[in-house]
Nanobody, 123 residues
Framework: QLQLVESGGGLVQPGGSLTLTCQASGVRLDYYAIGWFRQAPGKAREGVSCISRSERSTEYGDSVKGRFTISRDHTKVYLRMDSLKPEDTAVYYC??????????????????WGQGTPVSVSS
């Protein structure tokens, strides 16, 4: 049974850094494009970043460009978050897309989702 699990969330001060990790059971993660999304209380889900199977393609949401970095190895996908701001506070989800090439930050493309890990940026 395919299951995605996020980890690494927590409380951090503005300007700080966190690295989120996405792992999977029941599937080889490196066969799939992986996206990170977030949802803050009372707000719509937002695409944060995604990475293709081959690692050649990455995408970032406008609000995180230059601050967040997505990467992967054979078994995990990472989201390095630097210069965190209070507006980055949200529950962060990783999701799996079985497209063969590229990646897109559109939630409807993703078939499997993790349970999320909360990130809170506050002084």
């Amino acid at each position: 049974q395919l299951q995605l699990v996020e980890s690494g969330g927590g409380l951090v001060q503005p300007g700080g850094s966190l690295t989120l990790t996405c792992q999977a059971s029941g599937v080889r993660l490196d066969y799939y494009a992986i996206g990170w999304f977030r949802q803050a209380p009372g707000k719509a889900r937002e695409g944060v970043s995604c990475i293709s199977r081959s690692e050649r393609s990455t995408e970032y949401g406008d609000s995180v460009k230059g601050r967040f970095t997505i990467s992967r190895d054979h078994t995990k996908v990472y989201l390095r978050m630097d210069s965190l701001k209070p507006e980055d506070t949200a529950v962060y989800y990783c999701a799996l897309d079985d497209r063969p090439y590229g990646c897109v930050l559109r939630g409807s493309n993703y078939k499997y989702w993790g349970q999320g890990t909360p990130v809170s940026v506050s002084s």
